[in-house]
């Protein structure tokens, strides 16, 4: 059963960058966004998407299992922790593994950076600043229960494909009521608006 996490409802981004301008924010990397804001469909759709890093767990983290220097750890509760600074060596092997295109390396500085879900804020019970801030509630974060609570009927996804692997991970995604989980890995097929599919990425109309 999820805990508390983000639930990303990729319908309801309307791609106004409030996230990435909050994440900016964080007393751990002030100054540099951690969030991506993905248009899957540029030039042909206005559809948007925020990226957080998803805190896989199973199989675990790739980007802490190929980690050389041991730099990114994973706490009690499932959060993968950006790099630590005083191990990471900017091999940039995390970049090439994670499956959801999340990890940065500040080449200037040799360091990976990423979300680790405002841990300084969410180890406390406080909501990250992307989740915060979005006027829409296209980031949730809250339980399971809270969500289907202000949105009843709505179904999430802990399961992506990239191929023959399947990845499990501690942030979910709202889908469609009758997606076949697992989602398929990169862009979805569709995405839904107010119930209706949205033309450009792959929908029917």
Request: overall charge negative.
């Given at each position: ?122 180890s406390y019970g406080l909501a990250p600043m992307c989740a915060t801030v979005c006027p829409t509630g296209a980031l949730f974060y809250g339980t399971l229960e809270e969500l289907q609570a202000e949105r009843p009927g709505v179904d999430v996804s802990t399961l992506f494909a990239f191929g023959d692997v399947t990845v499990s991970t501690g942030v979910a995604m709202v889908v469609p009521a009758d997606r ?26």
């Amino acid at each position: 059963m999820l805990g508390r996490t983000i639930f990303i409802d990729p319908g309801r981004c309307i791609g106004c960058q409030a996230c990435v301008s909050a994440c900016r924010e964080c007393d751990s990397h002030r100054g540099k966004s951690m969030i991506h804001l993905d248009y899957p469909d540029e030039g042909r759709s206005v559809a948007s998407l925020p990226t957080v890093c998803m805190h896989c767990e199973d199989p675990v983290a790739p980007c802490a299992e190929v980690c050389p220097a041991e730099a990114i750890l994973i706490t009690a509760d499932g959060v993968v922790q950006e790099a630590d600074p005083t191990r990471c060596i900017g091999c940039a092997n995390c970049v090439n593994a994670c499956p959801f295109g999340v990890p940065k390396i500040d080449l200037e500085a040799k360091l990976q950076m990423k979300c680790n879900l405002c841990y300084d804020r969410t180890s406390y019970g406080l909501a990250p600043m992307c989740a915060t801030v979005c006027p829409t509630g296209a980031l949730f974060y809250g339980t399971l229960e809270e969500l289907q609570a202000e949105r009843p009927g709505v179904d999430v996804s802990t399961l992506f494909a990239f191929g023959d692997v399947t990845v499990s991970t501690g942030v979910a995604m709202v889908v469609p009521a009758d997606r076949q989980q697992p989602v398929p890995g990169g862009l979805l097929n569709l995405i839904e608006v107010n119930g209706q599919p949205t033309p450009g990425n792959g929908a029917t109309l």
